[in-house]
């Protein structure tokens, strides 16, 4: 195709599957089976808020995003018992029932860019942060463990599947742009509920969530052959709201 980056599968493997091993080996389910703190239950909750429609899409619209690790995490998210009337209760509820309202349902592309990619990344960006984090319990950063390598499989399986449905760069960069630019202008709905109940306990804050986010997803975008400058300039703007 015209303008249109040559990403071989290899690279595509490269990028988003190396890091797969490495995480899943730091995850031992057996360490992660009880939780006792009332806000580490809600951030999972918040999470398992996300995970669940997400394995449901990708079940129905994208099959090959319904990645056995994937099911594996969701089905220890349930194994937790998590009492969703807590979520309910909080300020994070009414910005999350927001920014899923914004993810698509159904048709592949849409699945595979919105839940595959920008979700997916949002999610990396957060267990990374709390499998540091040293004011969690070892049975959150486990989950958060698994939760990242689940996600990298995801993620994989989502690129690989872009190039191949869509195709790379000038091709695709245009359906990327218009597809998430309005999951990603109600991300910033989450960042004072997000910081005024995680960021003190678990120095969990927006901030750092975004920036992770942000260079993951350009790096994931470039990989895939979408000039930089342009990624960065949809992001600011979709952020923004313009």
């Known amino acids: 195709m015209s303008g249109q980056a040559e990403v071989t599968s290899t690279d595509l493997k490269t990028h988003a599957e190396l890091p797969v091993a490495s995480v899943a080996s730091a995850s031992s389910p057996e360490r992660s089976a009880h939780l006792s703190d009332p806000v580490e239950r809600l951030l999972w909750t918040l ?3 996300f995970e669940r429609p997400a394995l449901e899409r990708y079940t129905t619209c994208a099959p090959t ?3 056995a690790e994937k099911q594996r995490f969701l089905a220890r998210l349930a194994s937790l018992g998590l009492d969703e009337r807590a979520l309910a209760a909080s300020e ?3 910005p999350a029932k927001n920014l899923l309202a914004h993810a698509p349902s159904e048709g592949e592309v849409p699945v595979l860019i919105v839940q595959g990619l920008v979700l997916e990344h949002l999610g990396q960006a957060v267990y990374r942060i709390a499998r540091s984090s040293s004011r969690v319990s070892n049975a959150t950063r486990d989950l958060a463990a698994s939760g990242l390598a689940a996600s990298l499989s995801v993620t994989a399986a989502a690129t690989a599947r872009l190039a191949e449905r869509v195709g790379t760069g000038d091709t695709l960069y245009p359906v990327f742009a ?3 630019h309005e999951v990603i ?3 910033d709905a ?4 997000v910081d005024r109940t995680f960021g003190e306990r ?3 804050r927006f901030a750092d969530v975004m920036g992770e986010f942000v260079a993951d997803l350009i790096g994931a975008c470039t990989a895939l052959g979408m000039q930089r400058r342009k990624v960065v300039a949809q992001l600011a703007c979709a952020s923004m709201g313009l």
């Not at 989450?190 to 509920?193: K, N, R, S, V, Y």
């Open 178 to 180: 218009d597809i998430s």
């Open 190 to 193: 989450l960042a004072e509920p």
């Open 185 to 187: 202008g109600a991300l």
């Open 92 to 94: 994070l509820a009414a």
């Open 202 to 204: 678990f120095g969990l």
């Open 65 to 67: 995003l319904a990645t």
């Open 47 to 49: 999470m398992a808020e």
